[in-house]
């Protein structure tokens, strides 16, 4: 018998989903660049660790800021015209790295860039919830949130050898030039879709009624206690890596590629995880509040990173940190796609990555400090391992156990 050929629909939801996760992994290539050009890009503008540090808190502050506007913006506009407008700000903003001179229009282009991607995740957890029915929406967002860790493994595994080959410019132009391909897609696709609630695509958000609402503060809470982690990962491994076991600019992508590919297994886990508990008979509540302390524990092991010699199980401990934090994000991303209101959902999770960014930015200075100081990397690794308890502590005592 011959297989019945997918409908408009069905082909047009999946291709939602392969778009909203490339938009994330996209967003994590273009965010990773920097990290592994530094001793590239620190010869040529002459920086130093607290400069590092201070370029990395400027994109988070930057994002932090932007963030307070960007859940409006899509809640207003629609997810659909919101998005691709992101996509074109980041994707000349991408570009502008390379044609950068100095270190003031480097800082402007990586600013440009962080007030662009921090559209991403409100719009893809809004547009998941949008248009996906409520039995896939959980898989989707596990699907989605490890866009992310593809883009952090693809980076390390192509962009230093393309800067070796080409100069460090190419990898700006060629991860610009990749958002202007993903903006065709994303507006051909999205024409053919339609919401599954009755929910207003667009609606004004009573900021009042959100900060009032207990279940905005549980997201919010969540991802300033967790987020600081992954920005951590994210913008010192590679030097982790070079700093501790003097890996060079070659070879350095190898163990990070490592990390991020256990991170990626950590949020599709985490999307499925969550689903067949509750298929196996065990409460919303039971079921997320399961999946999170499984990843909460997991992510002690981090700090053993410290104390091997080897790379390899520097990268497999830090991996499987990550693996954690990605499990514990996408049942935040899932919890709050079920508890909060459609028409301020993107407003709630842009409010709690504002307080992502700056929990995040902090973490990035006290790593800058701390390496200058002469304290090396534990202090990090102790906050890593020990953020993700308290998060669910919050998250219960917020809502009174009432999760979903």
């Given at each position: 018998m011959a297989m019945a050929k997918p409908t408009v629909k069905s082909a047009a939801l999946w291709g939602l989903i392969a778009l909203l996760f490339a938009g994330n992994a996209l967003n994590y290539v273009d965010r990773q660049v920097v990290a592994l050009l530094k001793p590239t890009l620190e010869a040529h503008f002459h920086w130093s660790d607290r400069d590092y540090a201070h370029l990395g808190s400027a994109f988070q502050l930057s994002s932090a800021a932007a963030l307070l506007f960007v859940g409006v913006f899509i809640d207003r506009l629609g997810v659909r015209i919101a998005y691709a407008l992101a996509v074109v700000l980041w994707s000349f903003a991408g570009i502008g790295h390379a044609l950068a001179r100095t270190v003031e229009q480097f800082v402007a282009a990586r600013v440009i860039l962080a007030v662009g991607e921090t559209v991403t995740t409100p719009a893809g957890i809004k547009a998941a919830a949008l248009y996906l029915p409520p039995e896939q929406r959980n898989q989707a967002i596990g699907i989605i949130n490890a866009a992310s860790n593809i883009g952090a493994i693809l980076t390390p595994l192509i962009i230093p050898p393309l800067a070796v080959a080409f100069g460090w410019q190419s990898a700006f132009w060629v991860t610009g030039g990749l958002g202007f391909v993903w903006l065709v897609a994303w507006w051909l696709?999205?024409?053919k879709l339609q919401p599954v609630s009755d929910a207003p695509a667009r609606a004004p958000v009573q900021w009042s009624t959100l900060l009032a609402d207990p279940r905005s503060w549980a997201v919010v809470g969540a991802k300033c206690l967790t987020d600081f982690v992954w920005f951590f990962v994210l913008f010192?491994?590679?030097?982790?890596?070079?700093?501790?076991?003097?890996?060079?600019?070659?070879?350095?992508?190898?163990?990070?590629?490592?990390v991020f590919s256990m991170a990626a297994a950590g949020s599709l886990l985490s999307g499925w995880l969550y689903p067949w508990l509750v298929s196996r008979g065990a409460s919303p509540a039971a079921a997320r509040k399961g999946s999170m302390l499984l990843f909460a524990l997991t992510v002690l092991a981090m700090?053993?990173?410290?104390?091997?010699?080897?790379?390899?199980?520097a990268g497999f401990v830090i991996g499987i940190g990550l693996f954690a934090h990605q499990g514990f994000s996408a049942n935040i991303f899932g919890m709050a796609s079920n508890i909060v209101p459609l028409e301020r959902l993107a407003s709630v999770i842009a409010l709690g990555a504002v307080a992502g960014n700056l929990s995040g930015m902090g973490m990035i200075e006290l790593a800058g400090?701390?390496?200058?100081?002469?304290?090396?990397?534990?202090?990090?690794?102790?906050?890593?391992?020990?953020?993700y308890l308290v998060a669910l502590g919050w998250i219960v005592a917020v809502l009174r156990g009432n999760l979903a």
């Open positions: 696709n999205t024409g010192w491994m590679p030097d982790f890596f070079n700093r501790n076991f003097m890996l060079g600019q070659g070879q350095l992508g190898r163990p990070v590629a490592l700090p053993l990173a410290l104390v091997t010699h080897n790379p390899w199980i400090w701390s390496l200058q100081s002469g304290f090396g990397y534990a202090p990090m690794f102790t906050l890593c391992a020990g953020g």
